[in-house]
């Protein structure tokens, strides 16, 4: 499946735009403030339901306007498909596939997959664990869509132990039936743990190589840190039953999968801690890339990469390396601000896109070549 055009309207500082992407690299040129990054957001938007920016969905919707929306045309061995979202402030989200309206659009079968690079996404290197987390349980369900359910399943049993927590310490409830929340809880745990693991492990080996295709040195590693040591969901059991007492002072669940994090390491040390602007940018987009291959070896669908700004801070080596690595597998689109910062950007397999004051043209040099 790949995307062949995006149509939108009133979204971020497009009044209305359509673009035709091509089958493997296009590459979006204009002035810093032009709309390419709001591009990138459309296409998130159109293809997941949520923004890649925001989670206020009035952000959206153009000034003066109180209507967006964004549809993505898709092609696949079955025929074309239409993916809609529209957003109205005040209104829930309008979701369609095919015309017909949806809940979610990550549950739509053949949905297109995309990862984006954005300079914001840094904070998934530097940031909280919760936004790692929460990145694992996203690799998790592109891997495997089925196993989604297990991390739905544990939050469900996560709230329902912590309000008897909660109702225990108000003295609403006895804690003699706090051991069948743990025994629930472990069970759907251990399950998220196990998911969690795989993913990491089909991705380990494929970061550090791309890491070091990169030029990140250093011994770059990426490995699961689940909170818990437990094998198997009694030993899980008997690590929340330890801390029955602690739960009930503080309030909460404080131990479980919902406390694991991912560590991005280069000799040995955080990266978030110690590592540079540049090497963290290196970091983030070699885990996005080798979560890519490793989507694309498990099921037949080459997530489409998203990048914004990807190539400002990386040498021409860096860049070209960067280029080999996406061209000729699924679909990538680059932003930039000089066309010459992207090596074989005038190349005849490569669509190129200009866009000026929220227009989004052909690039010269594509329409020359057609």
């Known amino acids: 499946m790949r995307i062949v055009r995006l149509a939108l309207r009133n979204f971020r500082s ?3 735009a359509e673009v035709e992407l091509g089958a493997g690299l296009t590459v979006v040129s204009g002035r810093n403030g032009a709309g390419k990054t709001n591009l990138l957001d459309a296409l998130y938007f159109g293809c997941t339901g949520r923004s890649a920016r925001t989670t206020n969905d009035r952000e959206l919707v153009r000034f003066g306007e109180q209507v967006t ?3 993505v045309m898709t092609e696949a061995d079955d025929g074309a498909h239409e993916l809609s979202v529209a957003f109205e402030s005040g209104q829930p989200k309008r979701l369609m596939a095919d015309g017909v309206r949806v809940e979610r659009l990550l549950d739509v079968p053949g949905r297109p997959l995309v990862s984006v690079f954005l300079p914001d996404r840094l904070e998934l290197v530097k940031g909280t664990p919760s936004l790692r987390r929460a990145h694992i349980d996203q690799v998790v369900a592109a891997l495997w869509p089925a196993r989604a359910a297990t991390r739905r399943a544990y939050a ?7 309000a008897l927590v909660a109702r225990i310490r108000a003295g609403g409830a006895s804690a003699a039936s706090l051991p069948a929340w743990d025994r629930e809880l472990a069970r759907h745990g251990v399950a998220l743990m196990a998911d969690r693991a795989a993913a990491i492990e089909s991705v380990q080996t494929r970061f550090g190589t791309i890491a070091g295709e990169l030029g990140l040195d250093g011994d770059p590693a990426v490995a699961y840190r689940p909170r818990s040591r437990a094998a198997d969901a009694g030993g899980l059991e008997e690590e929340l ?4 007492a602690s739960d009930l002072e503080r309030g909460f669940t404080q131990h479980g999968p919902h406390r694991d994090d991912l560590a991005l390491t280069r000799e040995r040390r955080e990266l978030r801690a110690y590592g540079s602007q540049g090497q963290q940018r290196l970091t983030l987009l070699a885990l996005l890339l080798a979560e890519r291959e490793a989507i694309a070896a498990t099921r037949d ?3 489409v990469m998203l990048l914004d700004d990807v190539m400002s801070e990386l040498d021409r080596e860096r860049r070209g390396r960067l280029v080999e690595l996406l061209r000729g597998v699924g679909q990538s689109v680059i932003t930039t601000t000089d066309l010459e910062h992207v090596p074989g950007a005038e190349g005849a397999d490569v669509t190129r896109l200009s866009v000026r004051d929220g227009v989004v043209g052909a690039d010269a040099q594509t329409e020359r070549a057609a």
């Open 14 to 16: 497009y009044p209305t």
């Open 69 to 71: 929306r964004v549809v």
């Open 156 to 162: 469900q049993a996560l709230a329902q132990r912590n």
């Open 241 to 244: 039953a330890e801390r029955h």
């Open 301 to 303: 669908a080459v997530p």
